[in-house]
């Protein structure tokens, strides 16, 4: 395919143009892999203007995709820059997790490590906080000296010595996507399911791992309120992973409710670090050692996810995944005193994360006990914020969370459902 032309946004051969492929897609036509080839590669060296990608964003947002549709275009999208290569020794080790995110979602944090303690290859390429919420690398970079911004060959590095590392986007990977990303929100097509696959997926394959767990939520603090549109992405998430060649499954959890009980980059990290030690709230250790149950079973560290979900525990409980997750800070720039004092010294995790200049407790209106506590910079609270806060409080005889499963669904690859049906 030849470089497109400025003027008339055509291939050199005329075969192919920007306005009429808009034109297809408005008017519910199916693309073809020559068309979205072209479309991506113009996308990627600047070729077409903002107000036609909106146009394309919105037409696939109207008139969707089919499953096969999706799939090329998630393959040209991972095709448009670097794809990540691994030593042959590592054939069948590398392994990621991917969420839909929502408020309090740490799970990566004290997954990642358990991971490589069990013998995965974790290079794990995360995002930014996205509204309200802190991203993983938001959360991380609370730490003092950690450094996301890592290269491939940095990462082969880590992955060598740690087994795992948690890092930003490079401008060596999907470019396309990059671009197509920043778009979605000002257009309105950020819930398009065909964009949403093909923009998680085409990352993730850029990584090259072997098997890929998603962790899809719905409810009132997700994206997705209901179960079954939950659902739908998750299916179309798995079945264009395994398209791929990636073993892929999905959770789908439920979030109506934060996960766990600190909010905020540098509180969220401590109760991971809480994780790691054993300790920490039961919504977060039971994602975290599922999640990485159904990865271990999926690559072949583990004969069925069960025992996989005890081999993370496990690596929680007796410390080895804390270790690694030192390991893993010092491997990606924090000083060795810093990561010692974080992961073995006392609790008192302000010493190193930078701490809030107030800290409020607001009370129950019966009994005058504390019920939340709120870490902020500015001077004070705004009577509004502060009676915001205190509405959502309800006092009852019921225990108002009680303990329940997050995890409502679990979609496998087909290969290994029967496997573990054959199992059970």
Request: proline share 5%; aromatic share 4%; hydrophobic share 40%.
């Given at each position: ?6 003027a008339?946004?055509e291939d050199?051969?005329g075969?192919?143009s920007?306005?009429?492929?808009l034109r297809?897609?408005?008017d ?7 068309e979205?080839?072209f ?6 060296d600047?070729?077409v ?7 394309f ?10 499953p096969d ?9 991972m ?5 990540l290569a691994?030593?042959e ?13 929502g408020?309090g979602d740490?799970v ?9 303690v069990?013998?995965c290859?974790v ?5 930014r906080?996205?509204?309200?919420t ?6 991380l970079e609370?730490v003092?000296?950690f450094?996301?911004?890592q290269?491939p060959?940095?990462m ?12 930003g ?9 990059k ?6 929100d ?5 819930d398009?399911?065909?964009l949403?696959?093909?923009s998680?997926m ?11 767990v ?5 409810g009132?603090?997700?994206?997705y ?5 939950a659902r739908?992405?998750a299916?179309s998430?798995?079945?264009t992973?395994?398209?791929l060649g990636i ?8 979030m109506?409710?934060p996960?766990?009980?600190r ?5 969220e990290?401590m109760?991971?670090?809480e994780?790691?030690k054993?300790?920490g709230p039961p ?11 159904y990865?271990?079973?999926m690559?072949g ?8 979900v005890?081999?993370?525990g496990?690596?929680l409980d007796?410390?080895s995944?804390?270790r ?11 000083d060795s005193?810093?990561a010692?004092?974080l992961?073995?010294g006392?609790?008192?995790y ?17 009994a ?11 001077a004070?609270l705004a009577?509004?914020?502060k009676?915001?806060?205190q ?7 019921s225990a108002p969370?009680?303990?329940?499963s ?8 087909e290969?290994l459902?029967?496997r573990?049906?054959?199992?059970d």
């Amino acid at each position: 395919m030849q470089q497109t032309s400025d003027a008339t946004n055509e291939d050199t051969h005329g075969h192919l143009s920007v306005p009429e492929l808009l034109r297809k897609k408005r008017d519910g036509g199916r693309l073809q892999e020559d068309e979205l080839r072209f479309f991506i590669r113009a996308v990627t060296d600047g070729k077409v203007q903002d107000c036609q990608i909106g146009a394309f964003l919105m037409a696939v947002r109207l008139r969707g995709m089919e499953p096969d549709e999706t799939l090329l275009l998630t393959r040209e999208m991972m095709s448009s820059g670097k794809i990540l290569a691994w030593p042959e020794a590592w054939r069948g080790l590398v392994v990621d997790k991917h969420s839909t995110g929502g408020v309090g979602d740490k799970v990566s944090l004290p997954l990642t490590p358990a991971l490589a303690v069990c013998g995965c290859k974790v290079p794990m390429i995360s995002g930014r906080g996205l509204g309200h919420t802190g991203g993983t690398l938001d959360k991380l970079e609370s730490v003092p000296g950690f450094n996301v911004s890592q290269g491939p060959e940095q990462m082969l590095k880590i992955l060598e010595k740690v087994g795992c590392c948690i890092v930003g986007q490079t401008e060596e990977l999907v470019p396309a996507d990059k671009v197509l990303y920043s778009m979605r929100d000002i257009t309105a097509t950020v819930d398009s399911i065909p964009l949403i696959t093909s923009s998680v997926m085409c990352k993730k394959a850029a990584e090259s791992p072997s098997a890929l767990v998603l962790d899809v939520k719905y409810g009132d603090a997700a994206f997705y309120k209901t179960l079954d549109s939950a659902r739908e992405l998750a299916q179309s998430l798995v079945a264009t992973g395994n398209q791929l060649g990636i073993s892929t499954a999905a959770l789908i959890t439920e979030m109506d409710c934060p996960i766990g009980q600190r909010i905020g980059n540098s509180l969220e990290v401590m109760e991971s670090l809480e994780c790691l030690k054993g300790r920490g709230p039961p919504d977060l250790r039971e994602l975290v050692t599922w999640t990485g149950g159904y990865l271990l079973w999926m690559c072949g560290r583990a004969v069925n996810a069960k025992q996989g979900v005890e081999m993370i525990g496990r690596s929680l409980d007796d410390g080895s995944a804390l270790r690694r997750f030192q390991a893993m800070l010092e491997a990606q720039g924090v000083d060795s005193g810093t990561a010692q004092t974080l992961c073995m010294g006392s609790n008192d995790y302000f010493k190193v994360l930078r701490p809030a200049k107030h800290r409020e407790e607001l009370k129950t209106q019966r009994a005058g006990t504390p019920w939340i506590r709120i870490h902020h910079d500015t001077a004070q609270l705004a009577d509004r914020q502060k009676l915001s806060l205190q509405a959502a409080l309800l006092l009852g005889d019921s225990a108002p969370f009680p303990p329940r499963s997050r995890i409502a669904e679990i979609i496998s690859p087909e290969g290994l459902k029967k496997r573990q049906d054959a199992e059970d």
